[in-house]
């Protein structure tokens, strides 16, 4: 016996050798295939066949790697540690185990038998493997990361010439002249071909002064082409600053933005509109009902169709956007090179010329070649080498795609593709987050190691490669940065050809169901399925014979069948995103998900997880935002030792469970809850000490520190050891939301607070939660009472944060003063105060402390906020005077200019008088917001 399962067991071997070597061997296959699969559905069939295959053989080794798990935790060796997808070496492993090995050995033969049919097929295509491919992602630099620039903020990339700002002030006067000879309401439209450059047209006329000044109500509506009506109210309602209180009937949500918008002039544009079902059946009544209570409202519509504004039977003004002259064009394209490109670079104009001949002055197919340049090294070499590749010309696609897309989506690498094309699962007026679909990419196993190393033992992990490829995706202009994230790039879109093209190209193994399309969930044969709002309640049952599906992603109503509905037919899943679905009925059935990688539960009613969690080996990221019946963790998630992310935010969690400090591969740890308990010695035991062994993290916010009345507890959470920490907001709330001090409400609690709490203790306890000098982004929030900022913040150990590129204090009570070691700060872009009622004056202090000014001819570090872009103060309701110092004393004329980079400074609810003439001497303002409170 013991013979003949020896003779088994190197059978299986052999199987496993034979199936390493097949997979690799069709690889050389891929890039021709990809590119002929556009026009050869024969190809197209062979390619959907190799994919299966290879998703199978993922399944496989996941199984490998829990019995490996298995039998480790047997002999009390703890769990094996987790390999990157297409690694082989836990299948060996598992060998000891008979019965395994033959279950497996026989799904490894039948695999082994389908790829080499697969390659036998290949032969028959003549696949040209010399093609190559970039197999090594091109890696951003931390200057180019700074660079990025970018709903309805005006993309800065996009705009160059006079002929936008002609067409901008021609506009403008068109929709502030108030020449009415009846109350109806009047709609100027852009009319242009997808990617012309219409919506940066509408954007720049939306943020022009004078429009402004001239409506009290901006809005601005994306609308998709399948729009859900209560969702397109509720959005119109929110952009006029009203609240619709979370209201579905149709006629009420028309009533409330009636009254919204009827206060006041309005200026409603309706970005992107396909049909005139958004106007004629949804916001043609509310609007034209507004508009007759005040003359002058308007309507700025941007389209592809002429015949839209006649549609909507209120034509006032048609513009057509042309194609971007010669000299434009060239402008542009040297905005989307870095800046060490673009020395010199007039002397590539002739190619370049040539190479925008191909882009037929389309703003947008400029931009995407412009991004593919900017990964070339600037030279005649480089730049023929794009003017001659053959997807100029390349046949077959759709006639309203655009090829030049695929010249760019052909220049990526392989794994940077896959990314690419997943970024299609999120449809028109969804945002793309960072954090979310990088960690999506990794569940997916998108993003690998180049030496199939762990995902363990990467100190610079699967998430900083992810981050990379995202970058890279902006920086070639294929996901744009939305507004309020234009320097981080955190929050994307993808603009809808370029959507439109993704999802041509992924259509095979994805799918988007949105309003008017729910019976597509019935058909094809996908991987992925994304669920958006719909119309219609979607039948759970359908949904459960989607076995195959790795990503299913539910933003929609789902019709539940107690008490049968489950998780478990979905077998292969590896992402599952729900927001705002009734779920609670499915968790029981969660732990069945034996390959899932990311949970993610947002605004659902879940009140549990389940007890026996730590049964899904594989997840390393789980989200539970908003899930405000969710009370506890369960105690069995300590042994999810590969976790990486947990964001538990504005749930009602109020502790984690002892051993938590044992999760030490956590990167993410959002909405950590600070808890103060007697241990059974009677001793105080707070949970900010189980952080000190999370030595991995990136990024960290702690929620409750008004609960920490000790120094020393505050101490154990050794917040500055922690080298790797990017991001940390330090939360005075326990639930994670600020109080505000508009209400009397909120006054009264935060007078309450500072009752309570002695302003000394939280100085001091502040001073301990001291940040590593490495980090990035830093926030104080929730209501701190401390009269004075942190030693820390102060000069000179401020100097100390070389990286601190973006810091907000909000909720300050009791604050008197500011540090004076803001304006040290070497990288600061952006600071945001708000709410801070103490201050009732900011001394020169602010502007150079003693320090900075005793350096004097030091240049490169006395310039006072040398690297500051933006300025937020707000909510300082006190503060009567600003007293800036050019300390003229001890630096020389050029060191003395303050704020060097400055480029929007916003002043509001303060008691000061206007101080734009009063400004240091050399400030440059280029986008300045002046509201006092009224006397």
Partial sequence: MAQEEVSMMLGVSAEITKLEDNMEGLKAFLKDAERRRITDMSVQRWSTKLNNAMYDATDILDLCQLEADKRRESKGGGTVE??????????????????????????????????????????????????????????????????????????????????????????????????????????????????????????????????????????????????????LLRTAIENADGYHGGKQDKSTLTETLINTISTGRFLLVMDDVWSHEAWNHVLSVPVRNASMKLLGSRVLVTTRSAQLPQQMQAPLHQHRVRPLENGDAWSLLKKQLQPDQVDGIDQLKTIGMEILQNCDGLPLAIKVIGGLLSTRYPSEHEWKSVLNKPAWSLTGLPPELDNRLYLSYEDLSPQIKQCFLYCSLFPKGKEIIGDVVTQMWISEGFIQPLDGSSIISHEYGFEEMATDYYRELIKRNLLQPTKGYLLTGYRCTMHDVVRSFAEYMAREESLVVVVGREHAATG????????????????????????????????????????????????????????????????????????????????????????????????????????????????????????????????????????????????????????????????????????????????????????????????????????????????????????????????????????????AKSKRVLEKLHPPTCIENLSVVGGYVGRQLPNWMCAPASADFKSLRYLTLKNLPCCTQLPDGLCCLPSLEVLTIIDAPAIKRIGPQFQASSSVAARGSDASTSAPFPKLRRLNMVGLREWEEWEWNDCEEHMDVETAIAMPCLERLKIENCKLTNQASRAPRGILIENYTFTSSPT
Avoid at 89 to 114: D, T, V, Y
Avoid at 748 to 753: L, R, S
């Fill in 82 to 231: 987790h390999k990157s997808p297409g690694c082989f070496q836990p299948l060996f492993f598992c060998l000891r185990n008979p019965m395994f090995a033959h279950k497996i050995g026989s799904r490894i033969k039948e695999l082994n038998q389908r790829l080499e049919s697969i390659h036998k097929e290949a032969d028959m295509y003549k696949f040209n493997i010399g093609l190559g491919s970039n197999l090594e992602p091109r890696k951003l630099t931390a200057a180019e990361l700074s660079s990025y620039r970018t709903s309805s903020h005006v993309d800065e990339s996009a705009i160059v010439g006079d002929q936008i700002e002609r067409d901008t002030r021609e506009l403008v006067q068109v929709l502030t002249t108030n020449d009415d000879n009846n109350h109806s309401i009047k709609v100027v439209s852009i009319i242009g071909a997808g990617g012309m450059g219409k919506t940066t047209l509408a954007q720049k006329i939306f943020n022009d002064a004078t429009i402004q000044e001239h409506f009290k109500s901006k809005i601005w509506l994306s609308i998709t082409q399948q729009f859900d009506v209560v969702e």
């Fill in 524 to 759: 094809m044969h996908v991987r992925r399925l994304s669920i958006e709002q719909t119309i219609s309640v979607l039948d759970w049952g359908i949904l459960q014979r989607r076995e195959s599906l790795r990503t299913l992603i539910i933003n929609s109503r789902v019709n539940f069948h107690l008490p049968g509905d489950s998780l478990s037919s979905f077998s292969s899943l590896r992402v599952l995103y729900i927001w705002s679905a009734n779920s609670d009925t499915l968790v029981p059935s969660l732990s069945k998900l034996k390959h899932l990688r990311y949970l993610h539960l947002e605004h659902t009613d879940i009140s549990r997880l389940p007890d026996d969690i730590h049964e899904m080996k594989f997840l390393l990221y789980i989200y539970l935002l908003g899930c405000k019946k969710l009370g506890h963790l369960p105690s069995k998630i300590i042994k999810l030792v590969h976790l990486r992310s947990l964001d538990t935010s504005s749930s009602n969690i109020g502790a984690v469970p002892k051993g938590f400090g044992g999760l030490t591969n956590l990167r993410l740890l959002y909405g950590f809850p600070v808890q103060m308990d007697m241990d059974a010695s009677g001793s105080c035991w707070c949970s900010l000490q189980e952080l000190a062994p999370l030595s991995q993290l990136r990024k960290l916010t702690l929620y409750g520190l008004e609960k920490v009345q000790d120094s020393r507890m505050a101490e154990k959470a050794m917040i500055s050891s922690k080298r790797h920490l990017g991001y940390l907001e330090l939360n005075y709330s326990a639930s994670g939301h600020t109080i505000g001090t508009g209400g009397a409400e909120a006054q009264q609690q935060q007078q309450h607070k500072v009752i309570r709490w002695s302003p």
